[in-house]
């Protein structure tokens, strides 16, 4: 007994042994995590072809418990009997594939132990075993379970303990010499092939612990690098944005050298090379130049394949993947090794992964900065609308001055000057200081208290700086806006305040007067969309409010508060200073 324990040992190694090798074939392991049938049924195919190794390479025993121990069987004696791991193998593929797998195999496996003695009647119970241990160890897999998530190796055992214990019992009540082959047999087979089926498990296990480490690693690292690299990519492929790329690359990666292209030039290239891989230069590598005409990924195991033109290059491996954008290469991104056996199909994956973030991160500043465009085109579109009934009436009230008071009416066309100049220089900027907001107020209100003489008074509290920014026509668009709808035909008695005040970090600019108020059904439509009336079309505050919801956020927009009492419009936005932004 103790000699066909070794015997048996010696065989489940070997199965052992090639279920290590074959477990580090990626295509196995794809195989091992997929519900597809067609891959279901190359698992069934694979672990039949182990079963029937198992069962070649079992040990032959006559009706007098003889061993005869054959390197392979192709068949055997009438009577004679084969101790071997055939039932290993049909409840790992139970176990890992699941109810039809491990029946399948279990079927084919029978069905060869009969073929091996030569269709011999007393054979046939193999058959209706092997399926029931296929089946039942099958019944173990869960198909809702994390794909690879086996048994441990412990419940491996058990189940291997108990599925030879069924083969052991339908050999004792079908097999010609049952007691006497079972209680000879039964201990070796039931103990080497239950740690037989533990350390299969243990295998795929261990293999699936390290898949899930790497890519934990390797999540990691691209998320981290992604936060690195974004806010460099989003200011476009360039020279000092691919050198802060690869950098970043490196520290996050074991690549020797990293390099970034555009179609043409070197922009980038840190670690291994760099003293001939220059930014700035022609591209050295055919390989770049392959993969920018092919837009595919290109892998070079050799110097030749990266076809570098300097003689005493260094990097012997290479990735190359092509930046795409909108079906255009704009670039390469290159990651090379000094060493090319360190270069594996998870480096390739990595490299892969990158290139396709990175290309989105590239596209992604684009876009950010064409609705930028658009939106200060838009913006400053809205600056320029200049009203052109305020310019006539300016015209007439000062060549009607020039009559009376030719001194004041040169004053009034140098404030003229200056209201034209502040919206020029409105019309080009997206923001001004309060000093020349502040300029741009007085002049309008010169040239109106000129032509209302008496009619109202402005006065302005300030406790901010002369050098907070703020948007252009901000202020004198409300104070306009006051002047024009608040008092109706009030002819004394009216006020406008402007309080300017720093709170909570945002400049809080009040504009408020003491007129009659809004009207409901106006007040809802105030910012939002034009008010017609018999002073113009309405569009001063939306324009106004548009322009700071685009420049802030929906907190800037325009606030109306009104009563009897008079109206209150507040804005908030952002405190900075010229120096700040």
């Keep these: 007994m103790f000699y066909l324990t070794i015997l048996m040992s010696e065989r489940v190694g070997f199965v052992i042994i090639l279920a290590f090798l074959l477990v580090n074939v990626p295509a196995f392991r794809r195989l091992l995590s997929s519900d597809r049938w067609i891959d279901k049924c190359q698992l069934a195919i694979i672990f039949a072809i182990f079963a029937i190794l198992a069962n070649s390479t079992g040990i032959e025993i006559d009706p007098a418990n003889q061993l005869h121990d054959k390197v392979f069987l192709t068949t055997i004696s009438k009577n004679y009997s084969i101790v071997n791991a055939r039932i ?95 209680r000879y047999i039964a201990l070796p087979m039931i103990l080497v092939n239950s740690i037989g089926t533990s350390i299969f498990l243990s295998i795929i296990g261990m293999f699936r612990r390290q898949e899930e480490e790497t890519r934990a690693m390797q999540t990691h690292s691209v998320l981290s690098l992604t936060k690195e690299t974004l806010p460099h ?26 390099s970034l292209t555009d179609r043409q030039t070197i922009l980038a290239h840190v670690g291994a ?63 090379y ?59 007439n009230t000062i060549s009607a001055m020039m009559r009376r008071d030719s001194k004041k009416a040169r004053q009034l066309l140098l404030q003229l ?55 252009p026509f901000t ?15 009030r002819m004394h008695g009216n006020i406008v305040n402007i309080d300017l005040n720093a709170v909570d970090g945002r400049l809080q ?27 113009g079309t309405g569009t001063a505050l939306q324009n106004l409010n548009q322009r700071l919801v685009g420049l802030y956020d929906k907190r800037s927009q325009l606030n109306f508060a009104t009563s009897k009492a008079g109206t209150t419009v507040t804005i908030s936005i952002p405190l900075v200073t010229k120096g700040e932004s």
């Design 337 to 395: 090794y000094t060493a090319a056996w360190r270069l594996t199909p998870v480096e390739v994956q990595l490299a892969e992964g990158l290139g396709e973030i990175f290309a989105n991160q590239i596209a992604l500043g684009q876009a950010e900065m064409q609705a930028k465009l658009v939106r200060d085109a838009e913006i400053k579109s809205l600056q320029a609308q200049v009203n052109p009934h305020f310019f006539f009436n300016a015209i």
């Design 233 to 258: 990519l989003r200011n476009g492929l360039n020279m000092q944005s691919a050198r802060q790329v690869a950098k970043a690359i490196q520290r996050h990666t074991n690549f020797d050298a990293v």
């Design 88 to 182: 290993l193998a049909v409840s790992v593929a139970g176990i890992i594939g699941g109810p039809w797998v491990g029946g399948a195999v279990g079927l084919i496996a029978g069905l060869h132990r009969i073929m091996l003695g030569g269709m011999a009647a007393q054979a046939w119970f193999y058959v209706p075993s092997s399926i029931l241990i296929g089946l039942l160890s099958g019944h173990l897999y869960n198909d809702r379970r994390n794909p690879f998530a086996v048994m441990s190796p412990w419940h491996g055992f058990l189940v291997g303990l108990l599925m030879e214990t069924i083969q052991m019992a339908f050999i004792f009540l079908f097999s010609p010499t049952g007691w006497t082959l079972v």
């Design 475 to 489: 202020i004198q668009v409300l104070v306009e806006n006051a002047l024009k709808h608040a008092f109706s035909h």
């Design 273 to 335: 090379g760099s003293d001939h891989h220059i930014p700035g230069k022609m591209m050295l590598t055919h390989l770049s130049e392959t993969v920018i005409a092919s837009g595919r990924v290109h892998i070079a195991h050799n110097r030749d394949e990266i076809g570098c033109s300097h003689h005493d290059c260094p990097l012997e491996a290479a990735i190359v993947v092509p930046l795409r954008i909108r079906d255009r290469v704009i670039g390469t991104l290159k990651m």
């Design 417 to 471: 000057g200056t209201y034209f100049r502040a919206n020029l220089v409105g019309a080009r900027s997206t923001q001004v200081t309060l000093a020349q907001e502040r300029e741009h107020v007085h002049a309008y209100l010169m040239l109106e208290q000129t032509r209302f003489p008496g009619r109202f008074e402005v006065h302005l509290n300030n406790t901010v700086g002369d050098d907070v920014l703020l948007p």
């Design 509 to 535: 600019i009040k504009v408020a007067d003491n007129g009659e108020g809004v009207a409901p059904n106006v007040l809802s439509k105030l910012g939002r969309e034009p008010v017609r009336s018999s002073h």
